[in-house]
């Protein structure tokens, strides 16, 4: 073998080193559950989560005063929806010239179509109505297309995921991209992956969607969170969840 | 008689509530922060040359609302379950490093690793970003607590 050849083998080896396929790299939090929890997670009647599934699937044939509801269009249990446009979640919109979360995209539905009261982000009904539809997908691959309109929310939520806060001091990927798998005190520090979310956490003892999530953290960081639904936290989940791009969905999870 | 000796009693104490909450207030109001500077990754300096007590020092790191130590480090605590491994182990921390580099770490670990995820418990507020409202301004631990965990840390031995 002359040098320039190994010089060449030996490149091509530490490229695979420093640049491993990107699938090994992403794990779904479920990888860091012990197995007890993982039952719980995979049985039905076990997983608390389901709860709030439950209680969305309800919400979802619950008539308005004109007897119109979401499952007027999209079938009583929701088989009319596309499972594999619910894993693309967050999308562009071309009409409003913005990004639309999953959350964002029922409350616009039912707050247009049907004749209810305006359903808030940060309502628990919102909640349920998301727990259920993405429960839909359930086994569905995560799939967010980010190189096209999607992109510089895409870069601004990579921004903020690396921007250090609070009085902790700490940014999302340190601990997440750095530390996952390690412990802290006995929790399990996981990816942060999204694709269980809405899940059910054990320290917070409830069901808690995307922006919910981020709230929880950023009070752990001793930061002022943002609103739910805010462009901050709308431009986090467009970053999150195409970094989870080729994972499951969850929903509804368990985690840490 | 009574009566008006009541009526006294309710205006006094009317009178002396507000007086001693806005003591309580000047007593609790934002510490001041005792600069500090490094030097060969130490801080000689005692923070506001303040003497550090082991015994409190050990109670804030156990804390989970103060120093959390035990979050992401192994300690000697054998009262104590599930201790993090996010950092080293420290027991006999104190026989690898002097009190000065012991009391950087605890200050500002990001002297030695600028991706480092302790928090910098005596970092100067204005490096940081959106601060819980209710503690801008303030550092993680006081002076007094990190003289208190860096008295500690130099028992380990």
Redesign the interface.
């Known amino acids: 073998m002359n040098k320039q050849c190994r010089i060449c083998c030996l490149s091509l080896v530490s490229l695979t080193v420093v640049f491993p396929v990107r699938a090994e790299l992403v794990k779904s939090g479920y990888e860091y559950l012990t197995p007890e929890m993982q039952a719980m997670q995979d049985d039905d009647f076990g997983n608390p989560g389901m709860i709030v599934v439950d209680q969305g699937a309800a919400l979802f044939i619950q008539p308005d005063g004109e007897g119109k509801s979401c499952g007027s269009c999209h079938g009583e249990d929701g088989s009319k929806l596309d499972t594999k446009q619910l894993a693309r979640y967050p999308v562009y919109n071309e009409q409003l010239k913005q990004p639309l979360t999953l959350r964002q995209r029922i409350i616009l539905c039912r707050n247009t179509l049907l004749n209810v009261p305006a359903l808030e982000y940060a309502d628990q009904e919102a909640l349920q109505l998301e727990a259920f539809v993405r429960h839909l997908a359930h086994g569905e691959t995560v799939d967010v297309d980010v190189s096209g309109p999607l992109a510089p929310y895409y870069r601004a939520g990579e921004t903020l995921f690396r ?8 940014a999302c990927h ?2 997440h991209d ?2 996952a798998g ?5 929790q399990v ?1 996981t990816q942060g992956q999204t694709n269980g979310l809405p899940a059910y956490r054990f320290t917070e003892g409830q069901v808690a969607g995307t922006h919910e999530r981020f709230t929880q953290c ?2 752990k960081l ?3 969170p943002y609103a739910p639904g805010s462009d901050e936290y709308v431009n986090l989940e467009v970053y999150m969840n195409a970094r989870s791009n080729g994972l499951k969905i969850e929903t509804p999870a368990i985690r840490y | 008689m009574i009566q008006t000796r009541l009526a006294w009693l309710v205006v006094l104490l009317l009178w002396a509530l507000p007086l001693s909450e806005s003591a309580r207030a000047a007593e609790s109001g934002p510490p001041s922060y005792f600069a500090w500077k490094a030097e060969n990754f130490a801080i000689e300096e005692p923070l506001g040359g303040m003497v550090g007590d082991p015994v409190r020092g050990r109670a804030i790191a156990a804390d989970q609302m103060r120093g ?1 130590c ?3 480090h192994q300690l000697p605590f054998v009262e104590e ?6 950092g080293p182990p420290l027991a006999g921390i104190a026989s690898r490093q002097q009190v000065g580099m012991i009391r950087l770490h605890v200050v500002d670990q990001s002297r030695f690793n600028p ?3 302790m ?2 418990f005596y ?1 100067p507020a204005q ?7 209710k ?1 801008e301004g ?3 631990l006081s002076a007094q607590d990190i003289e208190d965990v860096v008295a500690w840390l130099a028992t380990l031995k």
């Not at chain 1, 390690?182 to 006995?186: D, E, I, M, S, T």
């Not at chain 2, 379950?81 to 996010?86: A, D, E, I, P």
């Open positions: 921007s250090r806060y609070g009085q902790v001091d700490i340190q601990c750095y530390h390690k412990n802290f005190r006995g520090l950023l009070s001793r930061a002022e | 959390n035990l979050a992401c379950k599930f201790h993090g491994n996010l991706e480092t995820v928090p910098g970092r490096q940081l970003n959106r601060v819980e409202k503690l303030k550092t993680f």
